[in-house]
């Protein structure tokens, strides 16, 4: 956003998100009781120039025929500060969306706390993020729309807590401001840092988007996020969520590996366009780092809403930013490191809060091996996903798609069921380092690769892998019939996850993998 463009108004701004006529506002009027003149004068010339009584505006209205709760900033109601009254207004506005039991979305536009009150105000910032934090814990979505600028402690609180972000094109977003910062340290910040579109670069919003497309962008993520009844019905697997298809001729280890690496093999990308609506991507960790070797984000998966995370391998078949994912997600993927992985931990939280089924992909390579990665805390990260995944609340199911080597692959298998395509793989190490530890070559990889039991078939057979789908020939020149195909299959297995009584499934995820390999 330039300096000369006009800000959109709190109102503008939410008479452009809600349906025509439906927005309802829930906000008191605020009495001046200020002993200061110079802040009482400053109040009541920051009413006259906006028609509010605050800096905060709050209410519900419907969006796309969805009721939810909307909570905005006016900048020109001093700078969008927060102080006791703004604050308190906010509080009550989050605790009585909660009480409703409706989604929240936050558009903040803010210098921060404001200095006329001093510290009692600063401390507004606590209260407002824990009325959020109760919010979300009652498995409601918070969603924030960044607008220009926000800053301080705005951001540092309530900004910056979304289960999705986006932020308005060109809006300065910051922690410091840069006329505090030039005051203070006696030169001016660096410039391009504090923009919207280098935030999403970083993986600290998840899509940078002016006002006008806010509406879809919100009603696509909260059919995810809040599902509709009607839409929830478990959609229909001709073979049974749980039947096993007759089993097909067994292929070799050489065959199915040679397969998942061809270029043109459909990846996750291609499975969501083919087999997913209401696609929402997320960048990154939301917390300053992005891996292009994942992909996360809200969907429907055959119906069914869920959270997606997958390995994003990509290839010159993946085309970016078409149909259901959009622009600002990367096209081709790398080896997965562990930002990656922070990335898909965001991932699992955001189905906790909100108990939302889980699918994860699994398609890598391996892990990066690199300093970066080592110094990152690559094997921490992989742990922590283990962990997380076993104690996940949230109904969970993975499907091994391609190629799956070493512990990339193993940070997003456990899961209540697996699936797995005929010529997808799991192996410790991709199978020429197998080789290459056993042998010193690499020229009995698939020798190694059959001996260690990393097909599909052996899969099932060790109680690794639930069901295998038959992919048919056509799978990476065509895979039109495979991928919807697909698709209806994990939106019923997700259906019936969600379905089970959470400690039901809890207790007999832990019992599958305490009892692998173990013969009784």
Same mark, same amino acid.
């Given at each position: 956003m330039s300096a000369t463009s006009p800000r959109t108004s709190a109102l503008d701004l939410i008479e452009a998100v809600v349906d025509p006529g439906s927005w309802r506002g829930w906000d008191e009027p605020v009495e001046v009781t200020t002993d200061d003149p110079a802040y009482r004068a400053d109040l009541l010339a920051a009413r006259e120039r906006t028609g509010l009584d605050e800096s905060v505006v709050t209410g519900e209205g419907l969006l796309r025929g969805r009721r939810v709760a909307v909570v905005a900033c006016e900048f020109r109601f001093l700078a969008g500060s927060i102080g006791v009254a703004a604050g308190e207004r906010l509080?009550?506005?989050?605790?009585?969306?909660?009480?409703?039991?409706?989604?929240?979305?936050?558009?903040?536009?803010?210098?921060?706390?404001?200095?006329?009150? +001093?510290?009692?105000? &600063?401390?507004?910032? /606590?209260?407002? =993020?824990?009325?959020?934090?109760?919010?979300?814990?009652?498995?409601?979505?918070?969603?924030?729309?960044?607008?220009?600028?926000? =800053?301080?402690?705005?951001?540092? !609180?309530?900004? !910056?807590?979304?289960?999705?972000?986006a932020a308005e094109p060109g809006a300065l977003i910051g &922690?410091?401001?840069?006329?505090?910062?030039?005051?203070?340290?006696?030169?001016? &910040?660096?410039?391009? /840092?504090?923009?919207?579109?280098?935030?999403?670069?970083?993986?600290?919003?998840?899509?940078?988007?002016? @006002?006008?497309?806010?509406?879809?962008?919100?009603?696509?993520?909260?059919?995810?996020?809040? +599902?509709?009844?009607?839409?929830?019905?478990?959609?229909?697997?001709?073979?049974?969520?749980?039947?096993?298809?007759?089993?097909p001729v067994p292929a070799s280890a050489a065959e199915s590996i040679r397969r998942s690496r061809r270029p043109e093999r459909p990846g996750v990308r291609r499975l969501l366009r083919a087999a997913a609506t209401d696609v929402t991507p997320l960048s990154g960790t939301g917390a300053g780092e992005r891996d292009p070797g994942l992909l996360l984000a809200l969907a429907r998966v055959g119906g069914t809403p869920c959270v997606v995370l997958g390995h994003d391998r990509g290839s010159h078949a993946e085309e970016p930013g078409t149909d259901a994912v959009e622009s600002g997600v990367p096209a081709h993927g790398q080896a997965l490191g562990p930002a990656g992985l922070r990335a898909a931990r965001r991932g699992m939280r955001v189905a906790a809060e909100l108990d939302l089924p889980l699918l994860t992909v699994v398609d890598t390579a391996g892990a990066a091996l690199s300093r970066d990665a080592e110094e990152g805390?690559?094997?921490?990260?992989?742990?922590?996903?283990?962990?997380?995944?076993? @104690?996940?609340? *949230?109904?969970?199911?993975?499907?091994?798609?391609?190629? +799956? @080597?070493?512990?990339? *692959?193993?940070?997003?298998?456990?899961?209540?069921?697996?699936?797995? @395509?005929?010529?997808?793989?799991?192996?410790?190490?991709?199978?020429?380092?197998? !080789?290459?530890?056993?042998?010193? =070559? =690499?020229?009995?990889?698939?020798?190694?690769?059959?001996?260690?039991?990393?097909? !599909?078939?052996?899969?099932?057979?060790?109680?690794?892998?639930?069901?295998?789908?038959?992919?048919?020939?056509?799978?990476?020149?065509?895979?039109?019939? &495979?991928?919807?195909?697909?698709?209806?299959?994990?939106g019923a297995e997700l259906a019936v996850l969600k379905g089970r009584e959470q400690g039901e499934r809890l207790t007999a995820r832990r019992a599958r993998y305490r009892n692998l390999g173990v013969r009784r």
């Open positions: 509080v009550t506005a989050v605790e009585r969306a909660t009480a409703e039991g409706l989604p929240l979305l936050a558009a903040p536009a803010s210098g921060g706390t404001r200095m006329q009150e +001093g510290t009692i105000a &600063f401390l507004q910032m /606590v209260k407002v =993020t824990a009325a959020i934090t109760d919010h979300k814990a009652a498995g409601l979505p918070y969603l924030v729309y960044l607008r220009h600028p926000t =800053t301080g402690g705005v951001l540092a !609180s309530w900004g !910056s807590l979304g289960h999705v972000t &922690f410091l401001g840069p006329r505090v910062h030039e005051a203070l340290y006696g030169e001016e &910040f660096p410039p391009g /840092v504090q923009i919207a579109e280098n935030l999403l670069a970083h993986g600290l919003v998840d899509a940078v988007l002016p @006002a006008d497309r806010l509406p879809e962008t919100v009603a696509r993520a909260l059919t995810v996020l809040c +599902g509709d009844a009607a839409a929830d019905a478990p959609p229909k697997d001709p073979a049974g969520a749980h039947d096993q298809a007759p089993a805390g690559l094997a921490g990260e992989i742990a922590r996903c283990l962990a997380d995944l076993m @104690a996940l609340p *949230a109904p969970t199911l993975c499907l091994l798609l391609g190629q +799956g @080597a070493g512990g990339a *692959a193993l940070a997003l298998l456990p899961a209540d069921r697996v699936l797995a @395509a005929r010529h997808a793989w799991l192996s410790p190490l991709p199978p020429e380092g197998a !080789s290459a530890i056993l042998y010193r =070559t =690499t020229d009995r990889a698939y020798e190694v690769a059959e001996r260690q039991g990393v097909r !599909s078939a052996d899969l099932l057979a060790n109680g690794i892998v639930d069901r295998i789908v038959e992919e048919g020939e056509g799978e990476t020149a065509d895979p039109d019939g &495979f991928l919807p195909r697909l698709g209806r299959i994990l």
